[in-house]
């Protein structure tokens, strides 16, 4: 018998728009899935406890995941700052972190451990 589901949101930045939105997560045996993203203020996922959620290994995505609501970018970009984003940014394998302003080239990561809050 399965276990009670295990589902978090992690708060994101579009590249683009600089636009927050949230991101809803389900542990799936030892990985996180990505299955649900959609606008939020921050102010709002602060008061929901977003901020506070923490998820480590890898954040694979649903068939049907849409992807950043603000660009449609489905894919997303840690930063050093800890914070993601979606790759929506992306110009010449360089990206801007919309959260911290960091500018750097991209390295691919299997897994993460990514925290919300800071903002």
């Known amino acids: 018998m399965a276990g009670p589901l295990?589902?978090?949101?992690?708060?994101?930045?579009?590249?683009?728009?600089?636009?927050t939105y949230g991101i809803r997560v389900?542990?799936?045996?030892?990985?996180?899935?990505r299955t649900w993203a959609f606008p939020i203020d921050e102010k709002?996922?602060?008061h929901e406890g977003f901020?506070?959620?923490t998820v480590s290994g890898s954040m694979k995505a649903t068939d049907d995941f849409p992807?950043?609501?603000?660009?449609?970018?489905?894919?997303?970009?840690?930063?050093s700052c800890k914070k993601i984003g979606c790759d929506g940014g992306i110009i010449?394998?360089?990206?801007?972190?919309p959260w911290c302003g960091n500018r750097y080239e991209?390295?691919?990561?299997?897994?993460?451990?990514?925290s919300g809050g800071g903002y």
């Not at 978090?8 to 728009?17: D, F, G, L, Q, S």
């Not at 991209?106 to 990514?114: H, M, P, R, T």
């Open 26 to 33: 389900e542990q799936r045996k030892n990985d996180w899935i």
């Open 44 to 46: 709002k996922a602060k």
């Open 92 to 97: 010449k394998n360089l990206y801007n972190c």
């Open 51 to 53: 901020d506070a959620n």
């Open 6 to 19: 295990k589902a978090e949101v992690v708060i994101a930045r579009c590249a683009k728009t600089k636009k």
């Open 67 to 79: 992807g950043c609501p603000h660009c449609k970018a489905m894919g997303f970009v840690l930063c």
């Open 106 to 114: 991209l390295q691919a990561a299997e897994n993460f451990n990514i």
